[in-house]
């Protein structure tokens, strides 16, 4: 038999029902389902009664939304308002009336208040397992669940609660019911009712569980079972996948909500395995939690928020004997639940934690029984520091690790982070420390990932300058592949994007890649704040921009690395790439020479072993290379250059293709790779077109630049084509089938290096077609180049 246990979220709308009733129905086994109230609705009971005792007619605006998100609720499920469901909310709507007229609320009312919350959804959730074909029976859990009388934080008594759920629960399992009980509430031996206390729910579970020995016991919750963190504050937080009941007791002592802390021993005591999954996705791994226990390892890191030191201190008190049993007294006598106590004996003091809520009424009590002493001044001081959290690092026996101890403390340290208070030997298997409420989140994290629960990554920050397709291409593919980059150590963290004159910046930055909108808020140039950013933040520049050199150059000084998909400030004056390109390792711009190919690294592998370039030969243009090889293959050229623009390869204004400066540009940035200038009259280049738009071209040129190509043809087939020797020429020429250029297919562009080592064969880099996806993918691997030096 097994227990499977929803949590608030896993049945707090119709939809969330569904879900639970697909999970249930897929369950072969003999089963009891134990259910929250919907998320939420205890919190609010809790308001509404204390509304209502403080004489506060607003009690009857939270009773209205409990009512209504209930019957809303039944309406989307069943099609109308439930009988037994309006009666109870009846019943509540009395009892809340009566709280709010007596101006009285004891723990008993208080408990039969919130009792209402897993009552009605018992039977919402029954009900609609019934619609849907299951045999379904609502179970009150007072009817079995005999509790001891501290109606908000009750414990069961095992033996007639035992008879008793032998009793009901036999008879409905022998006749193949579906028990849907209430979690978290029970009743006394007078028949009143109680709760388990918050979270109880998972309590209800285990009991259960031992009251009828289930084989285990499921809890479904709304994350991927028990993290290593809360992940609502550690976004990195992974799936524990086996963990003993110890530490998940540990843990939940320690503030993981994910469990209740006393849920874990009934399970203990006749060793139920308990799993812990996730409603929403409940094929993703869980974690199992037995009684094994695995190597000394840390397993989470958890916070209690919220909490208050109440310090009683004073030099007299040494020798004076009993004062630390009166201390606990009085804090038992007034009903306050101590999380932590420390002791220090050279200044003498009591430091005892408790829930913020409960430190003025410890204070009253403790300064009631010790006047005398304050009065003699054998007591010093009774005060308290509020706004503290308890961070504790929890895994098997790892307390008695002093190596991990100094651990810990160093990532405080170096995070700059004061530790209030620290606890010694609390528990075999959690170290904790206490620090102001402010540091918790900075310390799960900076723990979480210094203590390896998560694979420490190599941040790098982007800054990218330019939104067009090669850009949004480069966004999309990171945004797609962060999984699996992180999975090789890496994460690409964007911090700030720039169109022309404004741009994005911190979480900015976040919601503008998430809805892939680029209208940004700040107008100017980023510079200036860009130099405020760390130094693992790369420089992109994905912008056809040739005004940003100086932009680029300044922050290139500034000690920040550049990755370039841009020619235009690389194809200017030779002194400008030599300034750009001098940090080699900082400055990196494969995809402005070779597209997708690479290119500019081989080269440089080549320069760097001392080979020399004596001849380069190149297409470097896809969008030309795809046009030439249409009209190679016989295609009429004006319905190939129109192939090319619908395509969406070619620039804005195509002709800029068409005339050739591209390949002027790519052929400079080669020759100033091998150290040559040829700016001073050593190049050789007609523009292909004089013409400044596509329609003038086909008016204008269109005929000549045919007849040439024709002219051509007699030779071989067609390509423009960049030569680097004495001279830097652009033209087109004619090349012989057999040759690499002649077997070129539309689109692909083409290297040749002729190096001196290599006589007259040259080094052949020839690639497919290179859209901005490409181009993209080869910035990132530029990026990743970078991760090393940064
Ligand atoms: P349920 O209503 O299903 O019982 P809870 O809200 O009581 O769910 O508990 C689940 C929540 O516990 C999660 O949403 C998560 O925010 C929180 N939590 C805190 N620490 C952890 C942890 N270490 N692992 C998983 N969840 C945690
Ligand atoms: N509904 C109860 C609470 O909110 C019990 C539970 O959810 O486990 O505390
Ligand atoms: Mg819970």
Known sequence: MLVLKFGGTSVGNARAIRQVYEIVNGINETKIVVVSAMSGITDSLIKASTLAVNGDEAYRDILGAISERHKNVSIELFGGEVDTVNNLLFELEQILFSIYNLRELSDK??????????????????????????????????????????YLD?????????????????????????????????ADVNGATTTLGRGGSDFTATILGRLLDAREVFIYTDVDGVLTSDPKIVKDAKTIDKLSFEEVRELSYFGAKVMHSKSLIPAMEKNIPIRVLNTFNPAHPHTLITNASEEKKVKAITAIKDIAMVSVAGKGMQGVKGISKRVFESASKSGVNIIMITQSSSEQTIDLFVKGSDCETLLYALKEEFLEEMKLEIIDRINV???????????????????????????CASY??????????????????????????????ALHTELGLVKKLKVINIFQFGMGKVGKALIEIIKENSFKFEENGIRLNYVGLASPHSYAVREEVKEHIERMDFDFAHSGSPVNYIKTLPKNTVIMDVTNSDTITNDLLELLDCGYAVVTSNEKSLAGDFET???????????????????SLPVARVIREFLDAGDIVKKIVALPSGVLSFIFALFNRGMDLREAINKAVNSGYTE???????????????????????????????????????????????????????????????????????????????????????????????GESIFEIYLENFKDTPITIKGPKAGYKAVAMRILQDIFTLKESL
């Open 416 to 445: 700059g982070i004061d530790v209030v208070s620290i606890v010694q030997g609390s528990s075999p298997h959690s170290i904790s420390f206490v620090v102001k409420s402010g540091d918790t989140y900075e310390i799960l994290n």
């Open 154 to 186: 009750a414990n069961p008594l095992w033996g007639e609660s035992k008879k008793r759920a032998e009793k009901i629960f036999g008879r409905y399992l022998k006749e193949n019911f579906v028990p849907v009980v209430t979690g978290y509430i029970g």
């Open 385 to 411: 520091k509020k706004n503290l959290s308890i961070i504790s690092v929890v895994g098997n026996g790892i307390n008695a690790s002093s190596s991990l101890q100094k651990e810990v403390f160093r990532v």
């Open 577 to 595: 790439f030599k300034r750009l390109t001098q940090r080699s390792h900082k400055f990196l711009f494969e995809a402005a020479v070779g597209g």
């Open 652 to 746: 804005a204004n195509p002709v800029e293709d068409l005339m050739g400066m591209e390949m002027v540009r790519k052929g400079k940035m080669l020759s100033y790779m091998i150290g040559r200038d040829f700016s001073f009259g050593d190049i050789e280049f007609e523009p292909f077109t004089k013409a400044r738009t596509l329609d003038e071209f086909f008016t204008n040129d269109y005929e000549e630049f045919l007849s040439k190509l024709r002219a051509l043809s007699q030779d071989g087939v067609v390509y423009p084509v960049v030569e680097i020797e004495d001279k830097l020429r652009i033209s087109l020429k004619a090349f012989s089938k057999d040759t690499s250029f002649g077997s070129l297919k539309g």
């Open 109 to 150: 009312a208080n408990a039969l208040v919130q009792s209402f919350g897993e009552r009605l959804n018992a039977r919402i959730v029954a009900r609609y397992f019934q619609t849907k074909g299951l045999k379904a029976v609502p179970v009150d859990a007072m009817s079995f669940l005999i509790t001891t009388s501290d």
